[in-house]
């Protein structure tokens, strides 16, 4: 037979963070399979086959050995491990026997829970971990953060996947989420990075632009422009937040209580505390009832979450929306101002080569609709300006209060 394992995951798995996540699985119990039955995992389909075609006798007697093997495994897994850590290896072996149709009823954890490990990450923990990372992993991490992207999907992406927004300068900056990156492959979605993790990437991205469609936004030092490996970044992760002290070793195979999830977990809680679920949910990658019937307007996605990134920046603004409102209220009227010069200047060019060529056109014609062209624009200045008033007004209400 060909490689049981190949033939198994190509099966069952759409991910290679899956596959490999199935494999780890299954390695790990033909290592004690083979130290204390000396089995080999992968050489149960066959000899499934050959018990079966030997009589009903042979094929109930490597049922029952198999059976016994398993629960010895089940055993030893929780002596060792989370109860939901043991549901997923044996869920992974039973996926694997039922993949060449060996017929064993599942063991199961019968009241399977969470244990976490990780804990909050505090917003001053983020900002000393950026201040002490380089150029590219400040902007990886600052892109989990701002993103809630898993790792695995972070280092898929490609140049096509944020080129529209991140040319134009747009911020909130979109992020195209296709199923094939997708944990799952949930149906195609988006999020966004905020003006923080815009600067992190455009800083990290301008030494490698232009870059082709198919190129990743990040790659590796070296080898030079190598995919990036999510478990580097985790590593490196790990390195420095225990080199900063902010968390402790608890020794092989225990892990920290501070990892590179946790940025994603922070996400969740401060864009969560402004934003409904339902779209922090959608942006996260998680599928549900909700997701489902959510708006697909990019607009209102951007907007809703620039009101939420509020609650999720590091560093607060020197301005607040009010001010920067008014800033943005007279920087649209000097532009105004500004245009209406060019339009007098405009003006006063062409009576300048009208009185220097005065067979083009009337002069005095030109003069009265430059003047009427004057007068309009003082009349709409006037409007504007308190304690002012057109002069056809004035005229009108002198000439009714003079005496008869």
């Not at 094929?59 to 029952?64: C, G, M, N, Q, Y």
């Not at 939901?84 to 599942?106: C, E, G, N, Q, T």
């Not at 991490?141 to 140049?159: D, G, H, N, Q």
């Not at 697909?296 to 996605?301: A, L, M, N, Q």
Request: glycine share 4%; net charge positive; with cysteine.
């Amino acid at each position: 037979m060909k490689n049981a394992y190949e033939l198994w995951t190509n099966q069952v798995t759409e991910s290679e963070s899956t596959r490999q996540r199935y494999l780890l699985d299954i390695s790990q119990f033909e290592s004690w399979a083979l130290e204390n039955y000396d089995l080999s995992v992968g050489e149960l389909p066959t000899k499934w086959r050959e018990a079966k075609y030997n009589g009903e006798v042979e094929k109930e007697k490597f049922l029952d050995q198999l059976s016994d093997i398993l629960k010895d495994y089940f055993a030893y897994l929780k002596s060792k491990y989370t109860p939901l850590s043991v549901k997923r290896a044996m869920s992974a072996i039973m996926s694997y026997l039922h993949a060449f149709d060996v017929p064993l009823k599942p063991i199961r954890v019968r009241y399977p829970y969470v244990v976490y490990h990780n804990r909050d990450i505090t917003k001053e923990e983020i900002k000393q971990i950026l201040e002490h990372s380089d150029v590219r992993n400040r902007a990886i991490y600052l892109m989990l953060y701002e993103s809630a992207l898993r790792p695995a999907t972070l280092i898929s992406l490609k140049w096509k996947h944020i080129k529209e927004d991140f040319l134009k300068g747009t911020v909130p900056m979109k992020i195209e989420l296709t199923s094939d990156i997708l944990k799952c492959r949930v149906t195609q979605r988006f999020t966004f990075i905020g003006e923080e993790g815009f600067k992190a990437l455009k800083t990290y991205l301008a030494a490698r632009l232009p870059l082709k469609d198919e190129d990743y936004v990040f790659v590796r030092e070296k080898p030079k422009g190598g995919k990036l490996e999510s478990t580097a970044v985790s590593q490196a992760f790990n390195k420095l937040v225990l080199r900063l002290g902010l968390a402790e070793p608890l020794g092989k195979g225990k892990p920290k209580d501070l990892r590179l999830y946790c940025l994603r977990k922070a996400f969740d809680k401060f864009m969560g505390a402004a934003v409904d679920r339902a779209y922090v949910e959608f942006w996260m990658g998680h599928t549900s009832t909700t997701t489902h019937y959510l708006s697909s307007d990019v607009e209102h996605h951007r907007e809703l979450y620039a009101r939420g990134y509020e609650n999720l920046k590091l560093h607060k603004s020197l301005v607040d929306r009010e001010t920067a409102a008014v800033i943005r209220s007279q920087a649209q009227e000097i532009q105004s101002l500004k245009e209406q010069v060019q339009e007098f200047k405009a003006a006063q060019e062409r009576l300048e080569e009208a009185i220097m060529n005065p067979h083009s056109e009337s002069f005095e014609a030109l003069t009265r609709r430059i003047e009427a062209y004057i007068d309009d624009k003082l009349k709409g200045w006037e409007k504007n300006i308190p304690g002012t008033e057109p002069k056809e007004k004035k005229r009108s209400e002198s000439s009714q209060s003079s005496p008869s």
